[in-house]
């Protein structure tokens, strides 16, 4: 599966990291609704540790679609609200 991160580029990451992305994903729109800014905070740091660390880098030259479009590292926790509802970025 392919994701980009906003502003770092894509990565594939193998389709077994799904439910454990999925599981990460459904903890931030939880946090998000509940307003929980430290735990939002924690859990966004942690998806995207987890697609950097096992993700391979694929060259900015080469042109793929992306699966899952993830929001850059700096993301606020307002911005958050917009993006983290429902059921998250994850489908699935």
Do not use: H, W
């Amino acid at each position: 599966m392919i994701i980009r991160i906003l502003g770092q580029g894509q990565y594939e990451v193998a389709s077994s990291l799904f439910d454990t992305l999925n599981a990460i994903d459904n903890k931030i729109v939880e946090c998000v609704q509940n307003g929980n800014v430290k735990e939002y905070n924690k859990n966004f740091a942690e998806l995207t540790d987890l697609i950097l660390k096992e993700g391979k880098k694929i060259p900015d030259t080469e042109l793929v679609g992306s699966s899952v479009m993830v929001p850059p590292t700096d993301l606020t926790f307002e911005e958050a609200r917009q993006i983290f509802r429902g059921d998250g970025i994850f489908k699935g």
